[in-house]
């Protein structure tokens, strides 16, 4: 990474304004459900503690639609910092203001402020400048560690990192990009990508970003079967992209025209509707009545994903192969998880985009075997996309 980083700059007495993403699941009564994204900000946030820096860090929560609203407050997510650190971690009720400036100016060694939810106020999204210069104006270090809301350019990402200077990469930032940037610019071989979703329109940026890259593509989930339409097969009521069959065709003749292999489901798991409780058969690709859909990818496929992934050396996977939201659609996308930490054993580097692929993985107890895990959904999508992330390219570079 050409980003300088915390261990760039002197920190001592420094108050180091950090953006988290602690953009949390959290059930009704503030119960987090998934710490991952808190849990892999802990270096950072220790590193600047251990320097003798004062953490200042800001975060969003949810979907807050630009105004204060107690659903979406990071306090809970405060209190929960101050456990996992052991450290007090302080709360100002908005991230602006006098009382904001005030306990940002009193931050003492040894402990944390967390402020309020940025995105209680309209600006942070629209990236408006004053805003972005009173939260630059809370401390004389930047820090980006949010690498979930990298590809937004928010007053918070973006906007700060061009005001207060110097700006630089935390340490998740900094290790989620070295991963994904190692793998797609310079991948050990073979290089297998898996992507799975619903809709091809969402990844065929990915998809023409990876082409010229990939020795082996596995195309799963929904998305497969508009392939298959573009091929003029009978799909029954599977997921179909109409206005997507041309693009499917380009990809697969660029697939033709290249020496890389494209791997398609060959065997289906279909259900008469989109119901957990429907019939369900386990079908060839060629072999769907109409009436029924294809929900999972089936176990001839699972096996051909296997002899393809047995001797990768890079891995990424992203989006299901299913709709493994329901349990009788989940197998495909399980044994993908499953499949991932074998190959990790192996010797493989394997990276899970985020998102729904993610969360297979720990809905499988996967996580401590695979090689990374983002924590970004969207920004790992952005970035595997071949685009420029707004939060990461705002930080100084190194000289
Ligand atoms: P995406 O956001 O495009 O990655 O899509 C994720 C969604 O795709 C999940 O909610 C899955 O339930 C859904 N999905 C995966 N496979 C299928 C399929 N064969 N039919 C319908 N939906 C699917």
Redesign the pocket.
């Known amino acids: 990474m050409n980003t300088l980083t915390i261990d760039d700059v002197d920190l001592k007495g420094k108050r180091v304004l950090v953006r988290v993403d602690f953009n949390v699941p959290m059930t009704g009564d503030g119960t987090i459900s998934d710490d991952k994204r808190i849990v892999e900000s802990l270096p950072t946030i220790r590193k600047i503690l251990d320097s003798g820096g004062r953490p200042i860090l800001m975060s969003h929560l949810g979907r807050p639609k630009g105004q204060p609203d107690p659903e979406f407050s990071l306090k809970p997510v405060a209190e929960y910092l101050g456990i996992l650190l052991n450290v007090p971690v302080n709360f100002a009720g908005d991230c602006i203001g006098k009382t904001a400036r005030q306990m940002a100016a009193e931050v003492r060694p040894g402990e944390v402020l967390m402020l309020e939810n940025v995105r209680f106020h309209v600006e942070e999204e629209q990236n408006e400048m004053e805003f972005a210069r009173e939260l630059a104006s809370l401390g004389d270090v930047y820090v980006n560690d949010a690498f979930g809301s990298a590809h937004r350019a928010h007053a918070s990402t973006e906007g700060v990192a061009r005001l207060l200077k110097p700006s630089v990469a935390g340490y998740l930032m900094k290790k989620e990009i070295d991963y994904l940037s190692k793998a797609v610019g310079n991948p050990k071989r073979p290089f297998v990508t898996i992507l799975?979703?619903?809709?091809i329109s969402?990844?065929i940026d990915v998809i023409q970003n990876l082409l010229p890259k990939v020795d082996v593509l596995v195309i799963?989930?929904?998305?497969?079967?508009t392939f298959f339409e573009a091929q003029g097969m009978e799909i029954g009521d599977?997921?179909v992209e109409r206005e997507k069959i041309g693009v499917a065709k380009e990809i697969l003749d660029m697939v033709k025209s290249r020496r890389l292999r494209l791997i398609l489901p060959v065997d289906?798991v279909i259900a008469d509707k989109?119901d957990n409780d429907a019939q369900r058969r386990i079908v060839p690709v060629s072999k769907i009545p109409s009436g029924w859909?294809?929900?999972?990818i089936g176990p001839e496929t699972v096996k051909l994903i296997n002899l393809a992934m047995r001797n990768a050396k890079t891995i990424v996977w992203?989006?299901?192969?299913?709709?493994?939201?329901?349990s009788n659609?989940a197998a495909g996308t399980m044994e993908v998880a499953r499949l991932l930490s074998q190959a990790t054993k192996s010797g493989a580097v394997t990276i899970v985009g985020g998102?729904?692929s993610a969360a297979a993985v720990a809905q499988g107890g996967f996580d401590g075997s695979i090689s990374h895990v983002s924590t970004g959904g969207g920004a790992a999508l952005e970035f595997l996309e071949g685009k420029t992330l707004p939060g990461l390219a705002a930080l100084d570079s190194k000289p």
Not at 293 to 296: I, M, Q, V
């Open positions: 799975g979703g619903a809709k969402g990844k799963g989930g929904g998305m497969a079967f599977s997921l289906c989109l859909r294809a929900l999972d992203n989006g299901p192969m299913g709709v493994f939201e329901m659609f998102g729904d």
